[in-house]
């Protein structure tokens, strides 16, 4: 298990019941053992400040970890600076957690900053450190569905959440023995595949022809030989199943089957076809596009939640992307046609 100071803190008056499950999840998800360090409770800066955790791991870098033992009906009002959180009944206001681990992960990085040895030399990276500094909140009575029906979801980023379910002995980062999934996206290696398997299909199989030719113009397709009803169902049962699997890796993630755990997806998704230059009319479009549009996007909401501005901003920026650059396909096809036209 991953060397924790001090070794135990169970007898600590202190330490919350769930500090106290997030020094054991620590102590046995951090592996290989000899790859992390964790502190409790570690004074940081002249002003004494005391972030619940500091995980030290030879490729993930310094971690804060913020713990919280509030439950999602204590949590009352929320805004990109303050919670409000019942306590004993009575209405407090707090810090947003993630902000609070800003703080102390600014703060390190300010000590460290002091130390010659933790400064990078090479002259690209001169003067910033050598080692990244993160920040995650623990949330050991909260789980992902309660997480995804809250509205506080907008101000603090899933993938800085630890849940209830992460916590479970019996859950998927504490069952596996290689402690991989603790920093490795599974879910990224698998895009990747589908993502070369769908490119092959497109660009080299008659069915991925057939699929620009029936989108570019039904009526010329069938007329040529083209199937086009089956080439749709193809299409669908397709679409299908990468929903599907879809599905299944939100399920596993949040180890409960939610109807409504995707709710707001469309939009994201309809943005990134869009974005990728893909008409919706079909017969044109290069999924690598697409590809690049999901990371722009994904840099786009990181942006958001660390400059601490309301995620309902993404949904606007979303709606005036799709307006955007359907104003601008219009006018660039409206060119092509008149220039086809004068000659």
Not at 119 to 147: C, Q, T, W
Not at 215 to 242: E, P
Not at 303 to 328: A, P, R
């Amino acid at each position: 298990m991953a060397k924790i100071y001090p070794a135990n803190i169970e007898g600590y008056q202190k330490a919350t019941e769930g500090e106290r499950r997030v020094f054991r999840f620590l102590k046995m998800a951090a592996r290989p053992d000899s790859d992390f360090i964790c502190f409790y409770e570690p004074l940081i800066g002249s002003s004494g400040k005391e972030p619940d955790f500091i995980l030290l791991g030879r490729k993930l870098g310094l971690v804060i970890i913020e713990v919280k033992d509030w439950t999602s009906k204590q949590i009352t009002s929320y805004n990109p600076h303050r919670f409000t959180v019942l306590i004993s009944g009575k209405p407090q206001k707090k810090t947003n957690p993630d902000r609070q681990a800003k703080g102390y992960a600014d703060t390190l990085k300010e000590q460290l900053s002091n130390i010659p040895e933790f400064l990078s030399e090479d002259i690209k990276h001169k003067g910033n450190l050598k080692i990244p500094v993160g920040r995650m909140v623990a949330f050991p009575n909260i789980s992902r569905d309660e997480y995804a029906e809250s509205g506080f979801k907008w101000f603090i980023d899933s993938e800085r959440i630890i849940f209830k379910e992460d916590l479970d002995a019996a859950g998927e980062i504490l069952c596996d023995v290689t402690g991989k999934l603790f920093f490795i996206p599974y879910a990224f290696i698998l895009l990747m595949i589908l993502m070369f398997a769908m490119v092959f299909i497109v660009n080299n199989l008659r069915i991925g022809r057939s699929v620009y030719a029936v989108g570019g113009n039904s009526y010329a397709s069938l007329i040529s030989g083209i199937r086009v009803n089956w080439v749709l169902v193809r299409v669908y049962i397709i679409s299908a199943v990468l929903a599907g699997i879809a599905g299944v890796f939100l399920a596993a993630y949040s180890n409960v089957g939610f109807p409504r755990t995707a709710r707001g997806f469309e939009l994201i998704a309809i943005t990134t076809v869009v974005m990728g230059g893909i008409p919706f009319t079909g017969g044109e479009g290069n999924l690598w596009n697409g590809l690049f549009a999901v990371v722009v996007l994904r840099t786009l909401n990181k942006l958001l939640l660390f400059s601490g501005l309301s995620g309902y901003i993404e949904g606007i920026i979303l709606g005036s992307i799709i307006i955007f650059t359907l104003y601008l396909n219009s006018n660039i096809r409206s060119s092509r046609f008149l220039l086809k036209s004068r000659k």
